[in-house]
């Protein structure tokens, strides 16, 4: 079946560290692949996305790569801010018409500065 | 630009209360959808609506009943609350099903007593 597996949090780093939040998935066929972010009493918002191997998508300084070979979307970003305080899902999109996005369960990031 | 609208935005029942929770997006989507966000849960899938006329069980559907009442409109109703669903549900749409990433509104915080 399709599943997203996606690091335990809570992520605690200082302002200007380097984020990595690892995700990999499992999928048949050629799913696409999204980051969304939730702040604090929202929704959630697409972040980036990627919809074949090898495609990077990237938005606010984050970026993930589609790495088809080893099953995986990491979401880094080079120098994180206090803003970026938020809740990550990474979430897979099957790629079969009538199915729903599949989400894993949520990464925590706590930015101080 | 509204996306999509829930309502309402908060609600208190109390055991065995019924509530329908109503859902419309304005950007003549497609599919939509229901889940319901729980602390270390991430998000799951309650139910979803792939076209107009058609709804489908997701990977949490019971004690929930849905309505896609027209292609605008995707409503949740839960005929007797349990405090197991005392949770956050978020509506989300998409203009073709899963190949696309989903538009979520600003969710509904459920608690029931």
């Known amino acids: 079946g399709n599943s997203v597996t996606q690091m335990e949090g809570p992520v605690t780093l200082s302002e200007e560290a380097f984020l990595t939040i690892n995700c990999t998935y499992t999928a048949t066929g050629y799913p696409s692949l999204f980051w969304y972010v939730q702040y604090p009493g929202e929704g959630l918002q697409l972040l980036l996305k990627?919809?074949?191997?090898?495609d990077k998508g990237s938005n606010k300084g984050f970026e993930a790569t589609y790495r088809k070979e080893t099953t995986s979307f990491h979401l880094e970003k080079g120098s994180v801010q206090v803003s970026d305080s938020a809740v990550y899902f990474c979430?897979?999109?099957?790629?079969?018409?009538?199915?729903?996005?599949?989400f894993g369960k949520g990464t925590t990031l706590s930015v101080s500065s | 630009n509204a996306g999509v609208t829930q309502t309402p935005k908060f609600q208190v029942l109390k055991t065995g209360q019924s509530m329908t929770l109503q859902c419309a997006q304005d950007?003549?989507?497609?599919?939509m959808y229901w889940y319901r966000q729980d602390p270390g849960m991430g998000l799951r899938l309650i139910y979803y609506?792939?076209?107009?006329?058609?709804?489908d069980k997701g990977e949490v559907p019971n004690g929930y009943n849905v309505s896609r009442l027209n292609k605008r409109e995707f409503s949740l109703r839960l005929e007797s609350a349990a405090p197991s669903q005392t949770s956050v549900y978020f509506c989300?749409?998409?203009?073709?099903?899963?190949?696309?990433?989903?538009?979520f509104g600003q969710g509904t915080r459920l608690t029931v007593v």
């Open positions: 990627a919809t074949k191997a090898d």
């Open positions: 979430a897979l999109a099957p790629g079969q018409a009538g199915t729903a996005l599949i």
């Open positions: 989300a749409s998409n203009p073709t099903g899963s190949i696309t990433e989903a538009f």
């Open positions: 950007m003549n989507h497609n599919s």
């Open positions: 609506s792939a076209s107009e006329g058609t709804t």
